[in-house]
């Protein structure tokens, strides 16, 4: 279908209506993401055009993505033609036209063309300037007249701070004030409105309202004129008392919640040492509230700074991308290294970063003014935003906050989990993955190399020695290949660097996109973006500084949240689990083995799901009918801590996070610490067939080639493989699983010549012929209750229970990591890493899956 259809556009000087047009198949592929499309806001008036939503075939309504098929545009034909609730306004609308978008100014009435998927320069350079898409989010209602957020943000922008910093010192000292301002507020509001005039005093002939009887007892009108007076020395008539009063009367009933509870240790600066444990740098609660000063304070340092350094903001950036991707946002990447314990900033990639006397300066000034009360993570955070920000002087994506910082930060981990700039697709999608992140995150925070410089240690394999053959990246393009190789020796020098966007390493934009597509992104992990069909139409897409800079926002604050999904909505989950968990475990030191296979065998089919846990549906068999998993319990402690958080947080925690966190703490009991990390916001499976095990999960009977093929088809690779059998080293087997390697092994009737003869001897005691297949033995021998790694020394001695482990030395690479692996420290860090991987395999998030109510039963429709 080609049809066209004019379109208009009102002048970005007020706001944005854009109607495009379009082929609907094409764009509906283009644009089958909601979040990649530009805002604009729609408003009533007199000089615009008036709110209209027809014709939207081909073009897609960002606030109604909710439950769309994505492969469908017909869905979005009816997109949203009504108008809010409120008279005289329109909600604010996402359009964008793909192809051969037309625009008439609403100033002069000429119309103008421009075929393909960009905008005028003009017009671009007009919303860039305005930023609209994010004055839309934030006023909310875009009618002249109407109330709206942030008012004060260009005439008064301490207004809001400067009133909840007095209220709350108020407050403080006396903790009737909320249910006075609230009272005083609720009184003037019904009387004219919410004018203030609750504040003005009687006159001669006039009796005001507050000598009315109803009012006589009111009180807190001295903290009101102090606040005004404050706010009269730094914004002269500026700030009404009507608003003072509207803030006074928030800001004090919200002086309890943020300050009522301590969910953490006071902070002190970023460096104390941590001994591989300790990083005492917690907070009181999760909000701002309870340091009102903090996003002033970092802005201010943070803006002096990078006017005085323009490449600070890559540098910030950066530091908090490789903090999050390390047992999360928890400024980890800030710890010193203590004794012979190698710190995150340690690491290879890590050894360049810088900035962090920004976050020491800003730590200090707000330990000035707010003592114990601001996490470095958040901090760290906000310095990231403020930087970045500078340049449009207005703050680019929300910061939440709430961080604590962490005890722990390792070397090994940072070299194991930070993506690495020679990572391809495969490899990066699921780093990305295992964090919660999509496509869309890799794509859109990829574009952060819009700014800063690469090293040519980085990518000089690509110039010099691409195959191994003294040959260059073949997708790297010629001429830009060559002017690298100028710049970069070979071998090259580790001081060297190269803008990463040529020639606007300075400037956030979305330049990135445009010379990716030009062969020259810098990393074979930038041209890698290329290679995947859904990734390349992501990067063309985000060509547009609009749809770049609103889903850059929305893929920053996910990806500032990492490791805190349930801190708002279930705050006290992950205690739960782990307090159920221990109880349990105490009493039954078998249940770290049951709880670490069922996980294992959730995660390998279908992903981590909690597919694992559901019953039979009429004839359908489950997953856990099928004979591999006949074996499996531990359901009930699921079942108890499902049944708790029901009751505190009803529909909040995922059965596969319950899962995978049970797995972990049952594991860690021992040790009184986690032994990995679990990151949260898994979401739970509605399909489990027994069918599906036999081609997904890997069986003990195994050979080498079989067990890395599986281990592969989920993202894992090798070393994953040697490590998770480690959990072998706790945990009892059924006979039936390993009996032919006793008695007729490949028809020999003999036993398996590569278990140890006398070892051999002893299982066939233990397991006569034929076997009773209720009959288990240690799959450690001596050792099956201890998780160590004692498994890889009798896997050396010939003793590995199952052929699958025997199969572990028949490969070179592997029995080599099996040898590592003896070293006690070296097989629980690794092992902690491969965990985290495995708890990410093919994971539903967002929308996807659903929350079960009962682990045992998918939730009924509607």
């Not at 300037?129 to 004060?152: I, M, P, Q, S």
């Not at 004219?192 to 009687?202: E, N, P």
């Not at 020679?422 to 295992?434: C, G, H, K, P």
Request: proline residues 4%.
């Amino acid at each position: 279908m080609d049809k066209n259809k004019n379109g208009s556009m009102v002048d970005v000087s007020s706001f944005l209506l854009v109607e495009g047009s379009a082929d609907s198949e094409a764009d509906c592929e283009l644009l089958k993401l909601c979040e990649d499309v530009i805002m604009a806001c729609d408003y009533d008036d007199e000089d615009a055009e008036s709110c209209s939503c027809d014709d939207a075939e081909g073009l897609v309504e960002v606030f109604d993505c909710d439950g769309v098929d994505d492969q469908d545009c017909s869905d979005f034909d009816e997109a949203d033609k009504d108008c809010h609730d409120e008279p005289n306004w329109c909600r604010c609308k996402m359009w964008l036209g793909v192809k051969g978008l037309e625009y008439t100014s609403a100033e002069n009435g000429e119309e103008e063309s421009k075929a393909g998927t960009k905008w005028s320069k003009e017009v671009m350079d007009q919303m860039e300037d305005r930023l609209f898409w994010e004055t839309c989010l934030a006023v909310g209602v875009c009618h002249g007249g109407k109330l709206r957020k942030n008012f004060y943000k260009d005439t008064c922008p301490q207004a809001e701070n400067t009133v909840r910093s007095i209220i709350w010192k108020r407050v403080a000292s006396n903790s009737t004030l909320p249910a006075k301002f609230l009272r005083m507020h609720f009184h003037d509001c019904f009387v004219r409105g919410c004018d203030a005039s609750i504040l003005l005093d009687s006159k001669p002939n006039n009796t005001a309202e507050k000598a009315a009887t109803p009012n006589l007892s009111l009180g807190g009108f001295e903290v009101i004129d102090e606040v005004k007076a404050q706010l009269e020395k730094t914004c002269p008539g500026v700030v009404s008392c009507a608003d003072i009063v509207a803030l006074a009367a928030r800001d004090s009933v919200s002086f309890q919640v943020s300050n009522g509870k301590d969910h953490g240790d006071k902070g002190g600066n970023h460096d104390h040492n941590n001994n591989g444990q300790k990083h005492g740098n917690g907070h009181k609660d999760g909000k701002i509230n309870s340091c009102p000063q903090l996003e002033t304070i970092s802005r201010d340092i943070t803006w002096r700074r990078v006017a005085a350094n323009p490449a600070l903001p890559a540098k910030l950036l950066r530091m908090h991308f490789h903090d999050c991707f390390v047992r999360g946002c928890d400024a980890s990447i800030l710890l010193d290294s203590t004794g012979g314990t190698e710190a995150e900033k340690e690491a290879v990639p890590n050894r360049s970063l810088a900035g962090f006397d920004v976050i020491d300066e800003i730590k200090a000034k707000s330990e000035e003014e707010c003592p114990g009360l601001v996490s470095c993570a958040d901090i760290l955070a906000l310095a990231a935003r403020d930087a970045v920000a500078f340049q449009f002087r207005r703050p680019l994506w929300p910061v939440s906050f709430g961080r604590k910082d962490g005890r722990v930060s390792l070397a090994s981990e940072a070299n194991a989990s930070l993506p690495s700039p020679a990572a391809n697709f495969a490899t990066l999608r699921q780093q990305f993955q295992s964090h919660g992140l999509d496509v869309v995150d890799l794509v859109a925070l990829s574009g952060a190399h819009t700014i800063g410089l690469g090293h040519c240690t980085a990518f000089s394999d690509r110039l010099f020695n691409f195959t191994g053959k003294g040959d260059t990246d073949p997708s790297l393009d010629p001429d830009y290949a060559n002017f690298l190789k100028q710049k970069c020796s070979n071998p090259p020098s580790p001081t060297t660097t190269v803008e990463m966007d040529p020639g606007s390493s300075l400037s956030f934009d979305s330049h990135y996109f445009e010379v990716l597509f030009q062969n020259k992104g810098l990393f074979q992990s930038d041209a890698a973006l290329l290679t995947d069909p859904e990734a390349a139409r992501l990067s063309r897409t985000f060509q547009n500084p609009g749809a770049f800079f609103a889903r850059f926002a929305q893929s920053m604050v996910k990806m500032g949240s990492i490791g805190h999904f349930y801190r708002t909505s279930c705050p006290q989950a992950e205690l739960m689990v782990r307090t159920i968990t221990r109880n349990r475990a105490q009493s039954n030191s078998a249940l770290a083995a049951k709880l670490l296979r069922m996980h294992y065998h959730d995660c390998f089919v279908r992903g981590c799901d909690a597919s694992i846990l559901l019953d039979a549906v009429g004839t359908t068999e489950a997953e856990k009918d099928a004979i591999p998993n006949g074996s499996l319990s531990g359901y009930d402690v699921i079942d108890e801590i499902k049944t708790e958080l029901e009751q505190i947080c009803p529909g909040i925690v995922s059965c596969a996070d319950i899962l995978a966190l049970a797995a972990r703490d049952a594991v860690s009991f021992p040790f009184n610490r986690p032994l990995w990390e679990v990151l949260t916001g898994r979401r739970d499976g509605i399909v489990s067939l027994a069918s599906d095990i036999d081609t997904n999960l890997p069986s003990p009977f195994s050979d080498f080639t079989t067990l890395l093929q599986l281990f592969t088809n989920k993202g894992l690779d090798l070393n994953d493989l040697v490590v998770l059998s480690g959990g072998h080293t706790i945990g009892v087997a059924h006979c039936a699983t390993f009996s032919n390697r006793l008695y007729n092994f490949n028809g020999t009737n003999g036993s398996d010549p590569s278990l140890d003869p006398q070892y051999a001897e002893f299982l066939k005691t233990q397991c006569p012929n034929l076997v009773d297949p209720a009959t288990t033995v240690e799959m450690d021998p001596q050792s099956s209750l201890i998780f160590d790694n004692n498994y890889f020394k009798i896997l050396l001695q010939n003793e590995g229970l199952f052929q699958s482990d025997a199969a572990l030395l028949q490969n070179e690479q592997s029995a080599g990591i099996v040898r590592r692996l003896m070293i006690s420290n070296a097989f629980f860090a690794k092992f902690a890493i491969s965990m985290k991987k495995m708890g990410a395999i093919e994971v539903l998030t967002g929308a996807a899956g659903q929350i079960r109510k009962n682990c045992h039963v998918v939730n009924p429709q509607g």
